[in-house]
C-alpha cells in the first residue's frame, strides 16, 4: 500500500499538486490526511472524488486514511479531489484540488476489471498455473508412490491381524486346558466366592436395620440416662439402635459426634435434640412418623450440613427446626400433612441448596420467614393448592424456575393473598414479558398477588 500525505489547513488541500498516480494500480493507493485545529470538532469525515466523466465517489475517512476508489485510477487522466467534515449541525469543506493520473504503462491484459481485483491478483494467478503445469507430473507421481505404499501397508496389516487371530486361537486353546486340568479347584473357589457374597448380603441387612449395637444398647431399654457421653474427640454413631427409647433429649448425647442415626420408632419428639451440636455434620433418622414436634429439633448447629427424615405424618411443629444453620445444604423428608406451625423452618440458612419432600400447607396456620436468607436456595416443592398463607421467598435468589413453578401451582385459591419471590429469580426464570404476564395472569386468577423482592 502507497500512502500520500496530505494537509487540510481550514479551507484548503496543500500537497496535492505534488502527486501522481499511477493508473490500474487498484487498492494500493491511499491518501492520509493531517488535519489542523478547525477539523478537530468534527467526528465524520469524507473525501470526494470526482471524475472526468463527472462522476462522484464518497468515502468515508477512517482513521485519517482513505484507499483511492478503482473507478477513479480507470482512465489517464486527472480528478478532483474535495475533503468535507460534519457533526451532524455544521459542516466544513475543503478542496477542489486536481490529482493527476497517469499511464501505468501496462499492457491490456494486466489491467484490472473490477473493483475487488488487483493488479496483483493477476500476477498471483499466472503465477499459480505456471506452477501448477510445472509440477503437475512430479504430483502425478507422488500419487502413483502414495497408493503404491498404501497397498503395501495394507498388505502387512493383513498380516499382522492373521498373526494376532493364529495368537487368539493359541491363548483360547491354552485356557481352555487350564479350565480342565483345574476345573475342580474353580468349583471350590466359586463355592467359597459365593458363601462370602451371603455373607456380605446377610450382614448388609443387618446395617440397615442398624442392629449393629443391639447388644451395647441391651441396658439402655427405656432409658433416659445418656447413651452416649463423655467423649473427648469427634466420633460417629452411623448405626445406633434407639427403637425402644421413647425420650430423647439433648442431655443425650455429647457435643463431640459429627454423624449420627437413630431409630426413632418409639421416640415422640425431637425438640431440641440437636440443638447447638456444632460439631454435628450428618444425621439420618428413621421411623419417624409417631414424632409430633421438630420445635429447635436441629437449630444453630452450625457445623450441620445434612439431615435425612422418614415420615412425618403426626408431626404439628417445625418452627425453628432448622433456625441458623449456615452450612447446611440438603434436608430430606417425607409426608407433613398435619403441620401448623412452619414459622422460621429455615431461616438464616445460607447454604441450603436442596429441599427433597413435599412442604404441605394444607393445615398451616402461621408460615412466617420460614425462607429467610435463603438466597443458595434452588430446589424446594409444594403440595398442590395447599397454600393458603401468605408466602415469603424473596431471599431465594438462586430458586430455579422448576421450583418456582411448583410454588405457585401450590397456591390455594384465595381472596387477597400475597406470594413474595426474588425479582432476580423471577427475571432469570422468565426473560420475556409474555413468559411474566403469562404467570402473572395465573396467580391473579386464584387471588392472589406476585410481588417481587
Not at 222 to 227: F, L, M
Not at 369 to 381: G, I, N, Q, R
Request: glycine share 4%; aromatic share 10%; hydrophobic share 35%.
Amino acid at each position: 500500500m502507497v500512502y500520500y500525505d496530505l494537509r487540510i489547513e481550514k479551507q484548503r488541500i496543500y500537497g496535492a499538486d505534488k502527486i501522481a498516480i499511477a493508473a490500474d494500480a487498484n487498492e494500493t493507493v491511499s491518501f492520509r490526511f493531517h488535519f489542523d485545529a478547525n477539523w478537530r470538532i468534527f467526528d465524520s469525515k469524507a473525501a470526494i472524488f470526482k471524475t472526468a466523466e463527472n462522476k462522484f465517489y464518497i468515502i468515508e475517512i477512517k482513521h485519517s486514511a482513505v484507499t483511492v476508489p478503482w473507478e477513479v485510477l480507470t482512465v489517464d487522466r486527472e480528478f478532483e479531489l474535495s475533503v468535507i467534515g460534519y457533526d451532524g449541525s455544521k459542516v466544513l469543506t475543503a478542496g477542489k484540488e486536481e490529482v493527476r493520473v497517469v499511464s501505468s504503462l501496462l499492457p491490456e491484459d494486466c489491467k484490472t476489471f473490477s473493483p475487488s481485483e488487483t493488479l496483483f491478483d493477476r500476477f498471483r494467478q499466472d503465477s499459480i498455473d505456471e506452477a501448477y503445469k510445472k509440477y503437475k507430473n512430479e504430483l502425478e507421481t507422488l500419487k502413483r508412490s502414495y497408493e503404491e505404499k498404501i497397498l503395501e501397508i495394507g498388505s502387512q496389516l493383513n498380516k499382522a491381524n492373521q498373526n494376532t487371530e493364529d495368537m487368539e486361537k493359541a491363548k483360547n486353546e491354552e485356557i481352555t486346558e487350564l479350565n480342565r486340568e483345574h476345573s475342580a479347584e474353580l468349583h471350590r473357589l466359586n463355592s467359597e466366592l459365593s458363601d462370602i457374597k451371603n455373607e456380605l448380603a446377610q450382614t448388609k441387612i443387618r446395617a440397615d436395620k442398624w442392629d449393629l449395637v443391639d447388644e451395647v444398647m441391651s441396658d439402655k431399654t427405656r432409658s433416659n440416662y445418656a447413651p452416649w457421653c463423655g467423649g473427648t474427640k469427634p466420633y460417629k454413631l452411623p448405626f445406633f439402635n434407639t427403637k425402644n427409647m421413647s425420650v430423647l433429649t439433648a442431655g443425650n448425647f455429647d457435643d463431640y459426634f459429627t454423624e449420627i442415626g437413630l431409630d426413632l420408632s418409639s421416640a415422640t419428639t425431637l425438640e431440641t435434640i440437636f440443638k447447638g451440636k456444632n460439631r454435628l455434620r450428618y444425621v439420618e433418622l428413621r421411623n419417624t412418623d409417631k414424632i409430633t414436634s421438630i420445635l429447635n429439633g436441629f437449630s444453630h448447629s452450625t457445623a450441620l450440613r445434612e439431615v435425612v427424615l422418614g415420615d412425618l405424618t403426626d408431626c404439628m411443629n417445625m418452627k425453628w427446626a432448622f433456625d441458623g444453620d449456615t452450612s447446611l445444604e440438603k434436608v430430606t423428608f417425607g409426608a407433613n400433612s398435619k403441620v401448623i406451625d412452619f414459622s422460621n423452618m429455615f431461616n438464616g440458612c445460607i447454604a441450603l441448596k436442596e429441599i427433597n419432600g413435599e412442604l404441605n400447607y394444607s393445615v398451616a396456620r402461621i408460615a412466617t420467614d420460614v425462607f429467610t436468607k435463603c438466597s443458595s436456595l434452588e430446589k424446594v416443592s409444594f403440595t398442590k393448592e395447599s397454600i393458603g398463607l401468605n408466602m415469603d421467598l424473596g431471599s431465594c435468589k438462586s430458586l430455579s424456575k422448576e421450583s418456582m413453578l411448583n410454588l405457585f401451582d401450590g397456591l390455594a385459591v384465595k381472596d387477597s393473598m400475597r406470594v413474595t419471590v426474588s425479582r432476580y429469580a423471577f427475571e432469570n426464570n422468565f426473560p420475556t414479558s409474555e413468559e411474566q404476564e403469562t404467570v402473572r395472569s395465573s396467580i391473579t386468577q386464584k387471588g392472589w398477588t406476585l410481588s417481587l423482592a
